[in-house]
């Protein structure tokens, strides 16, 4: 105070904020190199699924994706609620948040158990199940970053001045959001359209 320089307790938010922006450009690269490949697969095949495999189905995936886009506004929802100083709200939404991801992996974790194919019966398989791996990791992280952010949440550790977990967990469900409608339109809808 004396000096008039600022003390963060949680660190330096730009520091944060560019940690979180490079950790989602590396996300993006690895999906675009997970997709380049699909597409390069699905170029050397004149039949999508090749094989005669039954392309994957829609609906667990589609309740997966309305629930993972749920929790992404949830956490939208979570991160205005602490803006306006209510740290009961951000605990509520967080939760919601947390409760729609748990439900669209373990869904998406389902709907890949019950495929009638593995991951090593031919190219299609095994880039189907890369972008559905990287769909869960994606989705883990999240999840995994929004448990220790209820975890502060429910110390008390949030306020409407310092909220940087807060808004870079939001941060980081919305490109999640983004990265997982890209990478399952592409998966599932793909072999119906292309």
């Given at each position: 105070r004396e000096h008039n320089i600022i003390v963060w307790p949680n660190g330096s938010p730009t520091v944060n904020r560019w940690?979180?922006?490079?950790?989602?450009?590396?996300l993006v690269i690895a999906l675009a190199n997970f997709l380049f490949?699909?597409?390069y697969l699905r170029i050397e095949h004149a039949a999508?699924?090749?094989?005669?495999?039954?392309?994957?189905?829609?609906?667990l995936p589609?309740?997966?994706?309305?629930?993972?886009?749920?929790?992404?506004?949830?956490?939208?929802v979570a991160r205005h609620q602490i803006r306006r100083n209510r740290l009961t709200g951000l605990r509520a939404w967080?939760?919601?948040?947390?409760?729609?991801g748990?439900?669209?992996?373990?869904?998406?974790?389902?709907?890949?158990?019950?495929?009638?194919?593995?991951?090593?019966?031919?190219?299609?398989?095994?880039?189907f199940f890369l972008n559905g791996a990287f769909l869960?990791?994606?989705?883990?992280?999240?999840?995994?970053?929004?448990?220790?952010?209820?975890?502060?949440?429910?110390?008390?550790?949030y306020s409407r001045r310092e909220h940087v977990a807060v808004d870079l967990n939001t941060q980081y469900w919305s490109a999640a959001a983004v990265l997982w409608l890209a990478a399952a339109a592409v998966i599932y809808l793909g072999p119906y359209v292309l």
């Open positions: 940690a979180m922006a490079l950790l989602i450009l590396l490949s699909y597409f999508w699924p090749p094989d005669n495999i039954v392309p994957p189905g829609l609906l589609g309740i997966s994706t309305l629930l993972m886009l749920a929790g992404a506004a949830s956490m939208h967080l939760l919601v948040a947390f409760l729609a748990a439900a669209a992996l373990g869904l998406l974790f389902y709907d890949f158990r019950g495929l009638p194919y593995d991951h090593t019966l031919n190219a299609y398989t095994s880039i869960m990791l994606l989705l883990a992280g999240g999840l995994a970053q929004n448990l220790f952010v209820q975890v502060w949440a429910w110390r008390g550790r």
